[in-house]
């Protein structure tokens, strides 16, 4: 199935350093949204984008909803150890009946 | 407010069982998803509901694979026969169905291993 282009696909830190992520489509999509998984877990919803521009944060967090529509971007900030684990981005094209694109994930790993 | 609920959280079982998955979505979600999720993927949608009725299952392996819904609220997965290919983390999820309340939210997952 169509699957959204994230990168990067891993990234090795230390700790307090900023990191930066995104993920981009060939289709606009109407809705962006990015969870993080623990490993043994579901994932989890960090922040939700619903417009063209949209810059939202949540905490150390801040996402954003690109201009064209067909990417968006996740940045930590000051990154600490329990910010380790699995990124996703997901988008919802439009017309799609709410069915989510995943992308591949992005393995984060801080260094103490 | 509770999150989704799934049981069980971890299952092992032999190929050509058979297993099944409890879900509970989220308090007046009226849209409840099954993904699955193998070991370095992105969750892949096998089937969503809305309400009772089915609006896609176009990837649940219909040989094997079935799902029900049948009061609206809570969902069963069940797998049979389990063939070795099935071990995954099987993720309910719900959302509230609505154009501005489309945000899915996840359960922990049920763990199945096909031995």
């Known amino acids: 199935g169509q699957q959204l282009n994230q990168s990067p696909q891993s990234m090795f830190i230390q700790e307090g350093e900023d990191v930066s992520m995104n993920c981009t489509s060939s289709?606009?999509?109407?809705?962006w949204l990015w969870y993080k998984q623990d490993p043994g877990e579901g994932p989890v919803l960090l922040i939700a984008l619903y417009k063209a521009g949209e810059l939202t944060s949540n905490g150390r967090l801040t996402a954003q909803f690109g201009i064209t529509r067909k990417d968006s971007f996740l940045n930590i900030s000051a990154s600490i150890p329990s910010d380790v684990g699995i990124y996703f981005c997901?988008?919802?094209?439009?017309?799609?009946?709410?069915?989510?694109?995943w992308g591949l994930g992005t393995s984060l790993a801080v260094n103490p | 407010e509770a999150g989704v609920a799934q049981s069980p959280r971890y299952k092992i079982i032999e190929k050509r069982q058979s297993v099944a998955f409890w879900c509970n979505p989220i308090s007046g979600h009226a849209t409840l998803y099954w993904y699955q999720q193998i070991l370095g993927q992105g969750p892949k949608l096998l089937i969503q509901?809305?309400?009772?009725?089915?609006?896609?299952d176009s990837q649940l392996p219909k040989d094997r694979f079935s799902a029900e819904r049948l009061k609206g609220v809570d969902s069963t997965l069940k797998i049979q026969p389990a063939k070795l290919e099935d071990s995954a983390v099987y993720l309910c999820?719900?959302?509230?169905?609505?154009?501005?309340?489309?945000?899915?939210?996840f359960g922990e997952g049920s763990w199945l291993t096909v031995v």
């Open positions: 999820a719900s959302s509230l169905g609505t154009l501005s309340g489309n945000t899915i939210y």
């Open positions: 509901f809305q309400n009772n009725g089915v609006v896609d």
């Open positions: 997901a988008g919802q094209p439009t017309g799609s009946n709410r069915k989510l694109i």
């Open positions: 289709s606009i999509f109407n809705t």
